[in-house]
């Protein structure tokens, strides 16, 4: 399977703690975007990434939030000193973006549920 | 404004019928237009793509756009079970982001 992939599935952790996730895209795709959602809301946008260009982050994201896309595939998204407001479901997909398609198609991985205790 | 904007729902179809979701928008340059299915605790799942004014079908499902009212609705014939999900309208918006309305819980009736 060449879907979008993510890991950890879970993660449990103590308010303060650093925590780190992973997202490996569609091979193909040069686009890679970060999503954060809550119970009964739509995915929020975090921050996106064409090839290893951090493109835009959105201005919600407090300082503790980093993403790195280093060589243009998978990407990491780290959150520092973790507050029990960031309690969701982080969410990954990629697409084809810019020169390479108009429509900017996103497919999602199956997303990272964080809980902070 | 909210940028996407649809009904929160439930919405209960019995099965066999014409399930309609409807959604708005703000940004009157977006130019592609989603609707995503998403299972309760599993990640939203593409479904149809618009990026023309009218009607577009792919098996049960039919897209429907109109710049002009800003409007986007799905469709769903010959409603089953398991389309029993929460709908999320999104929209690509400023920067090349997709933004999401909140999703239409739909609730289809045996």
């Known amino acids: 399977d060449t879907g979008v992939s993510q890991d950890p599935r879970h993660k449990i952790t103590k308010r303060g703690q650093n925590v780190t996730f992973r997202c490996d895209p569609i091979?193909?795709?040069?686009?890679l975007y970060w999503y954060r959602q809550t119970l009964g809301q739509g995915p929020e946008f975090l921050t996106y990434?064409?090839?290893?260009?951090?493109?835009?982050k959105s201005r919600l994201l407090s300082d503790r939030f980093s993403a790195e896309r280093p060589k243009g595939s998978f990407s990491t998204l780290e959150i520092q000193r973790t507050e029990q407001g960031d309690s969701a479901m982080y969410l990954c997909?990629?697409?084809?973006?810019?020169?390479?398609?108009?429509?900017?198609?996103?497919?999602f991985g199956p997303g990272t549920r964080l809980t902070v205790l | 404004q909210k940028e996407v904007e649809q009904n929160s729902g439930p919405l209960s179809v019995p099965e066999g019928a014409i399930a309609s979701l409807n959604c708005t928008y703000s940004d009157r340059v977006s130019q592609s237009f989603f609707w995503y299915r998403q299972y309760s605790g599993k990640s939203p799942e593409l479904i149809m793509s618009?990026?023309?004014?009218g009607d577009k079908e792919d098996g049960r499902f039919t897209a429907q756009l109109n710049k002009a009212s800003q409007y986007v609705s799905l469709l769903i014939r010959d409603s089953q079970p398991s389309d029993s999900a929460t709908y999320l309208c999104?929209?690509?918006?400023?920067?090349?982001?997709?933004?999401f309305g909140k999703g239409t819980r739909l609730h289809i009736l045996p």
């Open positions: 997909a990629s697409s084809l973006g810019g020169v390479l398609s108009s429509y900017n198609e996103q497919f």
């Open positions: 618009i990026y023309s004014n």
């Open positions: 091979s193909e795709h040069n686009r």
């Open positions: 999104a929209v690509n918006g400023p920067g090349d982001k997709i933004i």
């Open positions: 990434f064409q090839n290893e260009a951090q493109l835009e």
